[in-house]
């Protein structure tokens, strides 16, 4: 688990900047890499929500996008593949004075952990989440993912994929989802 460094960076006047929610460590995705645009979105709207890095959990799976509790200054963790939105409802059930924003990707959200998913709809509880879809498993450098397209060709599926990929936003709606 990460936890806030202190003391947050602040102005002369005491208030939070956009430094603050600056994680120790620097992201080793690569370059161009869809993440970075995330990470740096999700500080500027912690930063603009005026949250104290205290106040905020970001949990996340395995996969690439899944190393973000570690480039911002906040609590977080690192959890198991597939497990995130189940570490995130305990996180937000045990202490509803938290933030708790769970990030992922798709294979990490929709495939491995596809039955959290469903469920954490089913449940509603207040947490965000925030995947990040590119159709693919990155990290094992391509196999297809739950939102792949059908025929889509990759290392593992060199046929094409012969599934027709999932579209979780009406999935969440019809959930339950808020």
């Known amino acids: 688990m990460?936890?806030?460094?202190?003391?947050?960076?602040?102005?002369?006047?005491?208030?939070?900047?956009?430094?603050?929610?600056?994680?120790?460590?620097?992201?080793?995705w690569c370059p161009g890499?869809?993440?970075?645009s995330v990470l740096a979105s999700l500080q500027a709207a912690v930063f603009e929500l005026g949250l104290q890095?205290?106040?905020?959990?970001?949990?996340?799976?395995?996969g690439c996008?899944?190393?973000?509790?570690?480039?911002?200054?906040?609590?977080?963790?690192?959890?198991?593949?597939?497990?995130a939105l189940a570490v995130a409802t305990g996180v937000a059930l045990g202490n509803h004075e938290l933030k708790v924003i769970c990030t992922g990707g798709d294979g990490?959200?929709?495939?491995?952990?596809g039955n959290h998913f469903v469920h954490t709809m089913r449940r509603?509880?207040?947490?965000?989440?925030?995947?990040?879809d590119n159709q693919i498993y990155g990290l094992t450098t391509g196999q297809v993912s739950p939102t792949s397209v059908k025929g889509m060709k990759t290392k593992s599926t060199p046929h094409g994929s012969v599934e027709n990929p999932i579209?979780?936003?009406?999935?969440?709606?019809v959930g339950g989802a808020t």
Request: hydrophobic share 30%; glycine share 12%; charged share 15%.
């Open 2 to 28: 990460t936890a806030p460094t202190a003391p947050p960076a602040t102005t002369e006047s005491g208030k939070l900047t956009k430094e603050t929610y600056r994680g120790r460590i620097h992201p080793d």
């Open 167 to 173: 579209n979780p936003i009406p999935m969440a709606i």
């Open 65 to 83: 996008s899944s190393n973000l509790p570690g480039y911002i200054n906040t609590y977080g963790m690192h959890t198991l593949h597939g497990r």
């Open 124 to 132: 509603n509880v207040d947490l965000t989440y925030i995947v990040m």
């Open 108 to 113: 990490d959200g929709y495939g491995i952990g």
């Open 33 to 36: 890499c869809g993440d970075f």
């Open 53 to 62: 890095p205290h106040q905020v959990c970001v949990i996340s799976g395995i």
